[in-house]
């Protein structure tokens, strides 16, 4: 029996741990920000050293054994205590206002941001720290990252922490209206090429690819493109401007989109908005701490408010 963890053993360790929670050697290496060959190499050191298999790789996904999955158990319950232990050590926090809140830097610069006026109107006691960023979040990454809050748009499949949705979300093409005078055609005969479509590459962590244009495709009546040939951005920011500057044709979210439209910045050459598979999440520890409830709180109201006003543009404005 092994008396102390060696340097190596414990990498290899913590390797297993974020792929057998993820099921993925690519998201478990962005979680540690290495590469998945390495994430891949390590948990094949950690196999070679046990001498029994822990997962089962197919082509496309991970899946534990019943060794495996003993051992996911047992990792995930050993780091999470090693990080409450070591955070028991850390300054206390309790005189502290500042609630930091991790969230898309796209939906943070259009829909969070121009509404946080309100917040701190109401709560003027209160002070957040808004972090662009959009990695996968569970339990242990919250302790170890120390985020209190989050905003994350996703199907909101979460297991050890809280995800409340507070608002849901329609997807609708958009264009310059410089672009659609350059192509009538699109508008006129009801048909986007798949040169033309700007995509988000990762509307959410583990998102199929093209699912935002493939979704609209199926649920609006359109064939699928053979393949995808358009430009793919890894912000849906950066494929709205680029549909802004006439480069081609975005699938939008309306929360981001709106005001485009409304001010005539942006037009939809097929005016159907479909219902997206993702929603906007709070997601937060099961135990909330009042700061974090004030501004869940918030986030909700804030969400019906937006949804009372779009549901009726698209009532109005679109099929």
């Known amino acids: ?4 963890l060696s340097a190596s053993l414990l990498a290899w360790l913590r390797s297993f741990d974020a792929a057998a929670r993820n099921l993925s050697f690519t ?4 979680e540690l920000s290495v590469t998945q060959g390495s994430v891949s190499q390590q948990v094949k050191k950690l196999e070679e050293y046990l001498g029994v298999a822990l997962f089962v790789r197919g ?5 534990l054994t019943h060794e495996g999955e003993q051992l996911s158990v047992t990792t995930q319950r050993s780091f999470q205590d090693l990080a409450r232990e070591i955070a028991s050590f850390r300054p206390s926090r309790q005189n502290e206002t500042v609630t930091a809140i991790s969230c898309s830097p796209s939906f943070a610069m259009i829909w969070l941001t121009p509404r946080m006026g309100s917040l701190m ?10 972090h662009g960023e959009f990695h996968m979040l569970d339990r242990f990454r919250m302790e170890e990252d120390d985020i209190k809050a989050a905003i994350r748009f996703d199907p909101g499949h979460y297991n050890d922490i809280r995800a409340t949705e507070f608002l849901n979300e329609w997807l609708i093409p958009v264009a310059s209206p410089a672009f659609l005078s350059a192509h009538p055609d699109i508008a006129h005969h009801k048909s986007i090429p798949a040169k033309f479509m700007l995509h988000d590459a990762k509307p959410w962590d583990a998102a199929p690819e093209n699912t935002e244009w493939d979704h609209w495709l199926k649920k609006s009546g359109h064939e699928l493109p053979v393949k995808h040939t358009g ?5 849906s920011q950066l494929a709205i401007t680029a549909a802004l500057s006439g480069q081609g044709i975005a699938m939008g979210r309306m929360a981001l989109v709106i005001e485009d439209l409304k001010k005539g910045h942006l037009v939809a050459p097929i005016p159907i908005a479909v219902k997206s598979q993702a929603s906007y999440h709070f997601v937060s520890p099961l135990l909330e701490s009042d700061e974090v409830k004030v501004l869940r709180r918030w986030l909700e109201f804030e969400g019906r408010r937006f949804k009372t006003s779009r549901d009726s ?7």
Do not use: G
């Open 231 to 235: 430009m793919h951005f890894n912000l």
């Open 121 to 130: 109107r109401a709560h003027p006691e209160t002070a957040i720290r808004v």
């Open 313 to 319: 543009y698209i009532e109005q404005k679109l099929a």
């Open 1 to 4: 029996m092994e008396k102390n």
């Open 59 to 63: 082509n496309r996904n991970l899946q």
């Open 27 to 30: 998201r478990a290496a962005t």
